[in-house]
Structures are given as C-alpha cells and as structure tokens.
C-alpha cells in the first residue's frame, strides 16, 4: 500500500507525484494514459518560462521528472471505483476496471477532463489543425483571422469575447434559438463589432483544404436550409466533461460533475484531496494544474503527519 497514491497521470498528478516523493513517502500514480490532455496538444506557448513547447514533448518530460524520484507508475490502469477508509488514518481502495485494487492512506485524484465534441466529419481530421478547444491556449494562433465559435453558453459566449480582441471575426453559432449565456455577457457580446450570432443553426461539417481548416457548414434548423461560413479556425465550446463517473457513489461532486475542493485541496473525504481539471478550481490550464498537484501533496503530506502513530 501506499502513502499517497495519485490517480491520473497529467500535469496534477505529475506535479503532486514529484511533491509527494521529495517527502520520502511511499507514492504511486496510476494512469490509463500517462501525459494526459497534454499529449492531444500542439503549440503549447503559455508554460511560464516555456516560451514554445509541444504536448508530447511535454508529456516524455513529465514522465522523465517523475522518474527521477521513487515514485511507482502505473501507466494504462483505469479507475473503476473508490472505496474510502472505513476509519481516519485507514486506507482507501481504488478498484481498477481489470478488477485489482491498489490502497493509499491518502488519495490525490487527477483525473482531468476532456472537451465534448462536435462529432461532426471533418472535426478530429483537423483538430489542431484550425479546431481548436481552448481559447486561452490557441487564441492568439488565430491573431487576424476568421473564427468560429461553437455554443452559445458562458463558456462560448466568453470566448467569442475574448477572441473578438484578437481574430479579426468571430461568428458565434448556438445551436437553440437563443443563447444561454449570463444576460451581462450577452450585452457585452453584443457591442461588439467583429462579431456575429447565428442562433437555430447545427453544425454539419468541418471543411478544410486536407492541412487545415477552410470553413465550416451548417443548417439553418429552422428552414432547414445549408449554409458555409469561410473561415481559418473554430473553437468548439459545448462543454469541458469532468472525468469523475467512477466517483459519484463516494465523494462529493458539483452539479457539474467536478471534484468539490477546498483551497487546500481537500474533498468531502478525510484524506482524500483532488487537483486540475477533474475538480472545482476555476480555469483549467497546465500551469494551474501543475500549482493544485503541489498543494494537493502537500496538504496530502500534512494530513499523514496528523495521524496517530499506528
Ligand atoms: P489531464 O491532463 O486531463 O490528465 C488526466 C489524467 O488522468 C490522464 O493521465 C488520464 O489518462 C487519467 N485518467 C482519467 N480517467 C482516469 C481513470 N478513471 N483512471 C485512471 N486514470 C484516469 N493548457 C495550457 O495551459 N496551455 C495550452 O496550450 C493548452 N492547450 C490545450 C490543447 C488541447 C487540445 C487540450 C485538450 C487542452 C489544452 N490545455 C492547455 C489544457 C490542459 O491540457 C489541461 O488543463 C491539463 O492537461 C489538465 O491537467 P490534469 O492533470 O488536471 O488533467
């Protein structure tokens, strides 16, 4: 058994792998794929200090420090279940979906997210390639051009506001008749020059030249009629899902399906804490999920120095 073990090898399970190991406990991380979001990442321009590096690049690196310290990593293992200690200081069983368990008197869960797509043909072809997910990642890859954004909720509505400062013009496509976003940022949306809406409207395709992105297609649901925009990237905003399933019988989870955390990284169960993008913490980026892996193992660390000698 283990000290600390971690599941989720991104960057929070990264960073709290190597903070948990420089405290000379015993640590594990388990991961159904080490690297994480960063391995589907091209330019990654925003890694403080890091002017210009590549997800997989990234990913060999995070692995690479990891390794330096005895940390045992278990790559392609999938959580299935979480059993919590039955007592303070006792350990909690993680239940992985080839039916063994690995146990830790403390558990840091990183298991990050992943963005709902589209699914429309067209979409994984050029993903990268002018579709992009992020705006705080890629906006300014678009500096100039023409964007689309996909979904008309607070987080597409604040992407099109944000890109509008940046692209040259921002078509916002929802699919419903009208947007869901907060009516402030709605306002603020609509002062905006650069910016158009299409409400009713399906996307049916991404069109692109074989490298990358051209345009986009879609029907106009309420006369049923197809249309093309020209245009150089779109940025699908319809949701960022929480990888958390396995969770919902045994720890505490928002509406949304996030790992509900303190500011020390706590969750509802003693001995439990979470980091990145699996949990509540506003803004999910690597640098922000490196920064909740550490105090996730640190808080984890002050927990196990708490307990009653055994
Ligand atoms: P993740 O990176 O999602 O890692 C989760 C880990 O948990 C993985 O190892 C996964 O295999 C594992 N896992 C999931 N479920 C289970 C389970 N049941 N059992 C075991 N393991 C499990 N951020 C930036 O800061 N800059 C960028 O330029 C940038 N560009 C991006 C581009 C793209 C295309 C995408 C998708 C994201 C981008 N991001 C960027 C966001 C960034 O990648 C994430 O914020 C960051 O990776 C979150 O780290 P994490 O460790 O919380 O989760």
Known sequence: PFEVLIVGGGPAGAAAAIYAARKGIRTGIAAERFGGQVLDTMAIENFISVPHTEGPKLAAHLEQHVKEYDVEVMNLQKAAKLIPAKSEGGYHEVV???GASLKGRTLILSTGARWRQM???GEDEYRNKGVAYCPHCD???FKGKRVAVIGGGNSGVEAAIDLAGIVAHVTLIEFDSQLRADAVLQRKLASL???KIITSALTTQVQGDGNKVTGL???????GTEH??????????????????????SIALSP????????????????VFAAGDCTTVPYKQIVIAMGAGSTAALSAFDYLIRLPAS
Do not use: C, M
């Open 96 to 98: 992985l979906e080839n």
């Open 139 to 141: 906006g300014p890859l």
């Open 119 to 121: 699914g429309v043909p």
């Open 217 to 223: 297609s879609y029907k106009d649901r309420n006369h």
């Open 193 to 195: 020059p650069n910016v």
């Open 256 to 271: 949304r399906g996030e790992i509900e955390i303190d500011a020390r990284g706590e969750t509802s169960q003693p001995g």
């Open 228 to 249: 093309d925009i020209e245009l150089e990237g779109i940025f699908v905003q319809i949701g960022l899902v929480p990888n958390t399933e396995w969770l919902k019988d």
